[in-house]
């Protein structure tokens, strides 16, 4: 006889399983995660390189040009 | 100048997502050797009931791992979101290590938890051994490169600063790998999981033991939990000692903060078991001390003196003062690359560049620094006191603690009384969340203890920091902070619901 059809089968089959639980939370997860890269890492990449870690750390006179120039992408 | 708030807001960033991130690993660490354990009692005695343990603690190993997966990556994203002038100045260096942790460690770890989960019918006893085996080396290879990041940090070894790449650069391989504080540091910090996980397992079968529910299991599951917390609580102390035994050594500012010691003391020195701490005076208003014991411990020696934090910030001025001249010698050489006079200039002063950074949080130009300015920067070489003094002093009440709970609990395993103790089970249950109080606190004294630097004795915390908006900082903490506050909801709650299915969730849920 087949299975599918017992309506205590379909019930256990609707029942929210562990593994059910775990994927729920891991696709939370990736679309959260996701979404605090767009609003917060993505648009704040940041560059130094040896100019600018020499601005910061050696040459007050210049620092804040070069941090501007070196420092922020998309005009933020 | 450096906007203050953003660094303390990006300072506070990384502290809660990396203590939020520690609340799952240390499970995870504890569990997986745990696991293995089990398993192995299975396969030696092909009883079904020790298969039945590894599936039901490997189930409750995969709600944390499922849940606590990828809360350390945001800690990553940051070092080069918030931390871009520490990523250029040392990313060499601790790029390295993270990276064979992610490549190595972290795709050995995930590759056998699948196999954990789906290879019961489809490996042999043995292999399906060797698989729980590996994930726990995985876990374990993850903290140890991660330790290894972090010891460097702590005690920068084997590197070497270029100023015409304004990096450190590493020098010596072996000396980061085996640098003694990062190898205490993991003994003592992998311990602590296992204490743990074994508290975790401890707990939940004391709490079927006082609900009178599978009760078999509980019981083999308890005699388990209590050997190996046990062996892991005596190796939290005596590797905690090394840990400490390294601080003194490498980091001695943070050794006097952690002991409130003001003063340099005729060795050997006494150890403040508690004490009313003032800052603004830089002494104790009263001390409760034991003669001699710090000096033990600290130098392993009755005649070597320990530095008094006066004493470490009076030598740290004269520091600043050199470093002031590194930091103008290294303007000269940036400009001047070639010049070979240049660059002996400032190679002789260059040991204190480190010091003389610390000057810039209050003045842009080093040269302008008033005595007023340099005794700031000496003082602020030493961390805050009290925050050190008492969650060391928390962290090892709790250590001794749970060893206490766990000498009961192994000899009424032994003597098979602990039926008859409901007072230790109920300990047991209760204390459950004890040694993840005492990791934070450890973690605490590590981090906080290291300031003001990012690279202790190199790399100031303020010069790290990139300049990113303060508003943009409040929208990724408040992000961060609720995300993992989710997760930690989510996790609690489906630890809650399967550990009070018990063994029975094994086949009420196959999953």
């Known amino acids: 006889m087949p ?10 089959r609707l029942r929210p399983g562990l593994g059910r639980h ?55 | 100048m450096i906007d203050s708030t953003v660094v303390d807001l990006s300072r506070l960033q990384f502290a809660a997502t990396a203590l939020y991130h520690f609340i799952f690993v240390p499970l995870t660490l504890g569990l997986s050797w745990l696991l293995v354990v089990m398993e192995a009692a299975y396969v030696m005695s092909g009883k079904e009931i020790y298969r039945d343990m590894t599936k039901f603690w490997g189930k409750l190993y995969g709600i944390n791992f499922a849940l606590g997966v990828t809360t350390g990556i945001t800690m990553e994203f940051q070092f080069g979101t918030n931390w871009a002038y520490y990523s250029h100045y040392v990313g060499d260096i601790f790029g390295a290590p993270l990276a064979i942790e992610g490549l190595m ?124 917390g046990l062996a892991g609580t005596l190796s939290v102390i005596v590797l905690g000692d090394e840990s400490g035994y390294a601080v003194s050594e490498s980091q001695k500012s943070k050794l006097a903060a952690i002991e409130a010691m003001w003063e340099t003391e005729p060795a050997p020195a006494g150890f403040n078991l508690i004490a009313s701490i003032n800052e603004e005076t830089q002494s104790n208003n009263w001390a409760i001390k034991i003669p001699y014991v710090l000096g033990l411990i600290a130098t392993r020696s009755t005649s070597e003196t320990l530095p008094g934090i006066r004493e470490i910030r009076a030598e740290n001025k004269e520091r600043v003062k050199q470093g002031i001249e590194a930091v103008i010698a290294l303007e000269a050489l940036r400009k001047n690359p070639q010049d070979a006079e240049l ?107 290291r300031q003001p630097w990012t690279v202790f004795g190199v790399l100031p915390t303020h010069l790290s920091a990139s300049s990113l908006s303060a508003a943009s900082l409040y929208g990724s903490i408040a992000g961060f902070v609720g995300f993992y506050t989710l997760l930690l909801i989510a996790e609690m709650y489906l630890m809650f619901k399967y550990a009070r299915l018990g063994p029975t969730a094994l086949q009420s849920n196959n999953a």
């Not at chain 1, 130094?48 to 501007?68: F, K, L, W």
């Not at chain 2, 698989?131 to 460097?152: E, K, P, Q």
């Not at chain 2, 609990?409 to 039926?419: G, L, R």
Request: aromatic share 14%; proline share 4%.
């Open chain 2, 343 to 449: 660059l002996a200039s400032f190679n002789k002063v260059e040991k204190h560049l480190g010091y003389g950074l610390l000057v810039k949080k209050y003045s842009e130009d080093v040269r302008l620094a008033t005595p007023e300015i340099i005794e700031r920067a000496a003082h602020d070489s030493v961390p805050k006191v009290a925050p050190l003094f008492w969650t060391f002093r928390l962290m090892v009440v709790l250590g001794f603690a749970l060893f206490a709970l766990f000498a009961l609990a192994f000899w009424a395993s032994i003597k098979n009384t602990f039926q008859q103790k409901p007072w230790l089970l109920r300990w047991a249950l209760y204390f459950i969340p004890a040694p993840w109080v005492a990791i934070h606190s450890g973690w605490i004294v590590a981090e906080y203890g």
């Open chain 2, 105 to 228: 460690a972290f795709f050995l770890e995930s590759t056998m938890v699948g196999l954990f989960f789906f290879g019961w019918n489809r490996l042999s006893k043995a292999g399906h051994l060797a698989v729980t085996a590996l994930m726990a080396l995985g876990t374990n290879l993850s903290a140890v490169l991660i330790l290894i990041a972090n010891g460097w940090m702590q005690d920068p070894v084997g590197s070497a600063f270029n100023p015409v790449t304004m990096r450190m650069e590493l020098t010596d391989f072996a000396a980061l790998v085996f640098n003694p504080v990062a190898q205490s540091k993991f003994v003592h910090t992998v311990a602590a999981g296992y204490v743990t996980g074994s508290l975790f397992v401890l707990g939940i079968s004391s709490w079927y033991l006082l609900k009178g529910k599978h009760v078999e299991f509980a019981k083999r599951s308890f005699r388990i939990a209590a050997a190996f």
């Open chain 1, 22 to 76: 775990l994927v729920l939370v891991l696709i939370l997860k990736v679309l959260v995660l996701t979404g605090l890269w767009h609003a917060f890492i993505k648009p704040n990449r940041v560059k130094v390189d040896a100019g600018a870690m020499s601005a910061r750390m050696a040459e007050p006179s210049n620092q804040i040009t070069r941090e501007n120039s070196h420092d922020r992408f998309n005009g933020r």
């Open chain 1, 3 to 12: 299975q599918s059809g017992n309506p205590d089968n379909f019930r256990q």
